[in-house]
Structure formats: C-alpha cells, structure tokens
C-alpha cells in the first residue's frame, strides 16, 4: 500500500495520465464554422424583432429592417396579425364588462384611430410595408380618400363598449384640417356615436404624440371623466401622465411613433 504522503503525486500523474480528447469532451466546444444564413433565420430574426417593437423594448426606431420586408408582409396580410388583434380586444372587452358603470355619463374609453380603429393597410402594402421613409403628403392623399378599412376586433370591441355604457373619445395624432376626412372614413367603416373627436390643432403642432396624447387625457380627467381604458397601436398613445386605468397596446410592426 502506498503511504499517505504519496497519494498526491499517485493523483497527479493519473489526473495527467487523462487522454485530453477525453478531458476536454467537458467543456462547450464553440462551432469553427459560421453557419450560411437562410430564411429561417430571418425569420427567427424578424420574429424576435417584432416581440422587441411590440414590447418596446427596442425604443427608437425608423424603418424595419430590409430583411424583414417579406416577414412584416406575412404578418400584416396574414392571420397572425387579425389573431393578435382579436386577443387584445378580448382582454379588452373582459376588463370592461368587469366595470362598474357610474351612470353619470363620465366612464370614459379612449381609442387611437391609425391602426387601432382604422387600418391603413392598403397604404402600406403600396409603400413597403414601413420599409420606405415616410412621406407625409402621400400619406396625407390617402386619408383624404377616406377609405381605410375597419379593424374587424376593434369595430367589435367599441360596438361593445358603446352598449356597455362607455363614452368613447377618439384622440389621433391626425391634424385639424383633417377632421372631415377623418369622421366620414369612420362612418363609412361602420363606427358612430362618438363623444368627440380630438385632433392635432395648429399649436399642437411638433409636440410628441406622448405630450399631446397625455394633455388632452389630462383635460378630460379635468372636466370629470375616468378613462378606465386606452386602446392604441403605438406606446405613445398609451404612456405618459394621465393614463388609462387600463391600457391596451394593438400590434404594429410598421412604423413607430414617439
């Protein structure tokens, strides 16, 4: 038997003893050659791009990314996006039922029109599903044809509303001059009895959507009103101050707006 003294040296020749093909079959061997990017890759990519602009998680951002391009375009023309939309309606319309209606006629609801009542699909599909840099007199041209259709899940959820008891107010980054147009696309695709409809006026003119949206709720918490619930597409129409009891973010992976 070897003495207690030597078993050091007994375990440092054994350790060293080790073939080192095996020794090393421990540690996380990194690949030596970078894979060939393929479309599931965008498509993973693209897919986790959109989880980070829904959840604001990747803040600032102009333009999607030129890989996206096909990935956005199968979202938005496909079920993915009616499904997503028709979920946060539910969630929204299940809070809602849950509210006491105070009968006084001052339980409010807010919705944003852009993508969240009206979809502006038709535009888009002409201008790179958000892949383009905007241009407002283009886009101006199209609301002014009035013909953006109805969100199926949001015409639902404030026909809802409105039996609920709710008093609905319509606040869009849409500017004053913009007003006929504005009310006559609604109309046509099937939403009415609006309390009002707020717009952008001269002076509010260059204020970030979260100012101005987070002002005019201010106002109507001033005159009386609870905003039990917010509903919008953008995270703008939604932070803030004056905020919602409830907000609701509609899915988007077009275009952001601070």
Known sequence: MASVRHRPLLLLITLLAIPTSLSSQS??????????????????????????VETNDAGTWSNIPSRCVGFVQNYMTGDRYLSDSAAVANFSLSFAKGVTIGGDGKDAWVFDIDETLLSNLPYYQAHGFGSETF??????????????????????????LERLGFKIFLLTGRSEY???ATAKNLLVAGYNNWERLLLRGPSDQGTLATVFKSQKRSNLINE????HGSSGDQWSDLVGFAIAQRSFKLPNPMYYIA
């Open 27 to 52: 540690i996380i061997q990194m690949p030596t050659k970078r894979h060939r990017v393929s479309a599931s890759d965008d498509s993973l990519f693209c897919d986790s791009w959109r989880f980070s």
């Open 224 to 227: 009386g009103y609870r905003i």
């Open 178 to 180: 913009q007003r006929n």
């Open 135 to 160: 241009d407002e007199a283009s886009f101006d041209e199209w609301v002014e044809l009035a013909e953006a259709p109805a969100l199926p899940a949001s015409l639902n959820l404030y026909s809802q």
